[in-house]
Structure formats: C-alpha cells, structure tokens
C-alpha cells in the first residue's frame, strides 16, 4: 500500500511546482450594487448584490448554504441575446490564488473572442483553493464548490436565461485548477456536458507520488479551508480521489468533444509557471495515451512557454464549443 503522508520535502517541492494552488491571476469586474432579492429562488440560492445595466456582462451575487460566503458569478451573454433565440453555455473556470474571488478572464479579453458569437459564457466563483470539490474537512464553514456549481448554480442559470438545458447545449472549460475542475465535473456529471476543455490543468491525480493531491491539500488548506483539506490527511479519502481523477474515469469522456492545451518550455517572466507547467504537462500527456488506448478523439496543443492562458487558443477553443454543441 502507498503511503500517501507527504513528506516536508515532497510538500516543499510540491509547493514550488505547483505554486499559488495553480492559479490565475486577474482582476474583478466592479459592480454597483443594485437591490437585491429577499427569497430564495427554489435553487438554494438567494440573491444579495446583482447588476445587470451592461447590456452583455450580468454580475449576481448569492447567499447560499453550500458556501459560507457570498460567491458570485458573471453571466456573458450574446450581442443578439435580446433575438429571442436560445443558446448553449459554456461555464468557464478561474484558477486558483489568494487574489482570485470569482472569474472574469476580461484581461484575455472574454467579450472581444466572443463578440457576435452565439454562446453564453458563465464565470462563476470557485474559492481561492476550492479545486471545484466539496471538501473532506474545512474550519471556515461549508466550502461545497461543487454542490454550487452543479446543483444549484446550474439549474438557476437554466431557469433565468435562455439556454438549451440538455446535454448537447453545454460546455465546460477551465483555467489551471479550474481547467481539472472542468475535467472532473465533465467525468462526474456525464450527463451534463459534452465539450470539455483543460488550458493548463491537471488530469493525473495519483502520478508522482499523487503531488497534485498534495497540493490541493496544502493550498486548501492554507488558503481556503483554514487547515481543512480537499482529499484528507494524512490519509485520502480514496473513493474521492477515484472519483475526481481524469485518468481513472476514461469511460466518461467518451462521445466528448475534448480539447487539451499545456506548455513545453520556460516562462521568461515566472519560473514558478515553468514548473506548475512541468507537472501539468507530464499529467496530460498521460491522460492524453490513456484516451487514445481507449479510442476515444481529443484535441491537445503543446505549445511554448509556462502556466499561463493561451488566448489564442481560448479563441479557437470557443469556436470548436459551438461547432460541437446545439445551434442556437
């Protein structure tokens, strides 16, 4: 059996090569706080601050029982939203960091790569270290990322704008942390989606010596949980780490669209994102020889440089999520 207690030199190399619970760092969109809704919208959700004058950026922020704090959430709707028409949604993931409260990847330029495209992109929050899960154990009250994400943000979204609420009208992708939390949610919730996409995130748990595991303790724990952890420790919850590990639910990208990006060389700027990438793409390319063994089709780019977002590769990437997904 593994002896999955890191040690300080393990944790110490982890934290170097996998630096700011592999996150992204980026601004907020500031909005001017509007009156907020008193109910509970049926969804576990109550609205506390929202702002919806921009005629394509919609900024909401809930009361929820999953999270102790408020998470927010940006909803990036269509120019010609106000057609009628109904579209499909991608949900796109930040990565982690202590300076990251919800995603708006506006410094890559969101509603210039999405301008006249028919897709609605939802930014919602993932913690600074929520790596998308529901954790094992936390001492800042509940942290269940995942139970926003998908049992109540999702059906609120459905129910307040004009998506196609089915399989073929959904799309995941991420950054970084937010890049696996896509690759997880797209395993765990076949149903859900059927484009998935990864710009720099793990998809090997277990590989050297399970690091990625470690780290998303360690990054949870000193950012997020106040000494709680995703996974457990000193022991995994094992059936947890199972259930979140791309390589190990290989099945469940079948009939996917899968799109794949990592980088191959030194960041000049940071070399913190040079080794971040180093395991990235080690665990990708992994995944990567495990989906061809199984025969099922993926799209990957290895591209120079470190653990950075590619924005022309986001670009490319959203146009292949409204090939592949319902017309609106």
Not at 5 to 34: C, F, N, Q
Not at 85 to 91: A, E, F, N, Q
Not at 109 to 115: F, N, S
């Amino acid at each position: 059996m593994n002896d999955h207690r890191p040690t300080r030199r393990t944790v110490l190399k982890a934290g170097a090569g996998l630096t700011a619970a592999l996150g992204l760092s980026g601004g907020t969109i500031l909005a001017t706080s509007a009156a907020a809704n008193a109910a509970d919208d049926g969804f576990g959700l109550r609205i506390v601050d929202r702002n919806e004058n921009d005629h394509r950026m919609k900024y909401y922020r809930f009361a929820t029982d999953a999270v102790e704090w408020d998470p927010a959430v940006n909803v990036l709707l269509p120019d010609d939203y106000d057609s009628g028409r109904r579209y499909p949604v991608v949900y796109l993931l930040h990565g982690g960091g202590n300076d990251q409260d919800f995603i708006t990847f506006d410094r890559l330029r969101i509603r210039e790569l999405t301008a006249g495209k028919p897709i609605i992109v939802v930014m919602p929050d993932g913690g600074h270290a929520g790596w998308y899960s529901n954790p094992v154990s936390t001492n800042t009250g509940p942290r269940n990322w995942e139970t926003f994400h998908i049992n109540q943000l999702l059906p609120w979204i459905e129910a307040n704008f004009r998506t196609y609420a089915e399989y073929d009208g959904r799309a995941v992708a991420g950054f970084s942390m937010g890049g696996f939390g896509a690759l997880k949610y797209a395993a765990k919730y076949f149903g859900h989606f059927a484009s998935v996409s990864s710009h720099s995130g793990p998809a090997s748990l277990r590989r050297d010596n399970g690091m990625v595991v470690h780290w998303a303790n360690v990054s949870s724990a000193a950012i997020e949980l106040g000494g709680g952890t995703v996974y457990g420790a000193p022991a995994w919850d094992e059936n947890r780490v199972n259930a979140d590990n791309p390589v190990q639910r290989i099945e469940s990208y079948r009939n996917k669209r899968i799109f794949l990006v990592a980088g191959t060389s030194p960041d000049p700027v940071n070399w913190f994102d040079t080794a971040n990438e180093t395991h990235v793409l080690a665990g990708q390319r992994e995944f990567r020889a495990v989906l061809g063994h199984a025969g099922i089709p993926h799209e990957w780019h290895e591209e120079p440089g470190g653990h950075f977002v590619r924005p022309h590769l986001l670009a490319a990437d959203i146009d292949g999520m409204i090939a592949r997904l319902r017309k609106a």
